[in-house]
């Protein structure tokens, strides 16, 4: 099985001069945490995620955090504001990326050794697609539900 059998195409991504509080809105709208983000000409240059604009909000945050620790609301508030008119570009983390030929196991285990839940696809330099562990599981259950096999 590939990673072309078991990405999704349709996706959201965002351009790397937007700005974090319109990042903000499109996360929310489409109610995801994460979105690739793009140039002008559908180039990947990375990933931004909800941990990113925390990080920025409060730097060190994502570092020091737990569930149990939180800093309080104002600190929190002061530090968006103060970074939601700066550039995505400037809080993008490189993730590593995958092709439609590659394995799906391949994938996979990028993700789990990398601690990640998604992954892009690339066609060169274009983003072409995302896959993500659920997509992958989802997969196997399938083939085994339908072949027998793991």
Same mark, same amino acid.
């Given at each position: 099985m590939f990673v072309k059998d078991i990405m999704?195409?349709?996706?959201?991504?965002?351009?790397?001069?937007?700005?974090? /509080?319109? !990042?903000? @809105?499109?996360?929310?709208?489409?109610?995801?945490?994460t979105?690739?983000?793009?140039?002008?000409?559908n180039e990947y240059i990375g990933l931004i995620g909800v941990q990113d604009i925390l990080n920025a909000s409060v730097p060190g945050f994502c570092k020091v955090c737990s569930m149990v620790f939180m800093p309080n609301s104002k600190m929190?508030? /002061?530090? !968006?504001? @103060?970074?939601?008119?700066?550039?995505v570009k400037s809080f993008l983390k490189k993730i590593p990326t995958v092709t439609e030929k590659d394995t799906?196991?391949?994938?996979?285990?990028?993700?789990i050794r990398k601690g990640l839940q998604t992954v892009a696809v690339l066609k060169g330099k274009k983003l072409v697609g995302m896959v993500n562990l659920v997509d992958f599981l989802a997969?196997?259950?399938?083939?085994?539900t339908i072949t027998g096999n793991y």
């Open positions: 999704f195409k349709n996706i959201t991504s965002v351009e790397e001069d937007a700005e974090l /509080k319109y !990042l903000i @809105k499109i996360l929310v709208r489409q109610r995801r945490d979105l690739p983000v793009v140039s002008k000409d929190l508030m /002061k530090g !968006l504001k @103060k970074v939601s008119d700066k550039k799906a196991i391949h994938a996979a285990n990028l993700m997969s196997l259950l399938n083939d085994y």
